[in-house]
């Protein structure tokens, strides 16, 4: 029934055994998702929050990161990870002299 679940949905299904590593089979979920993605598509996405601590406005942005030799090589897009940064919006002001964009 799950097998047949995941399949009508577009997903996947992977059978773990007790002794098996969970861990492993669920991470290898993004080696799946990640060669569908054309990584020329992805944009950086941005998220702006107000810090707990301090209360100013932080803009978080984060990136997939690629393998494009094998990409070059195989046509096979695979994730490394992601990178990301956490930045004050005084010093993106200070550097940028605006904010604008932050909010889109």
Sequence with gaps: VLLQMSCRGDGAAFVVPDSGDLADVMASYYTLFAAEIDPDDVNPMWTRYREYNSGNFVASVCKGAFNRKLLEETGITSLFGVVCADLTEDHITAI??????LDA
Excluded at 96 to 101: A, H, Q, R, V
């Design 96 to 101: 940028d002299g605006s904010t604008n964009g």
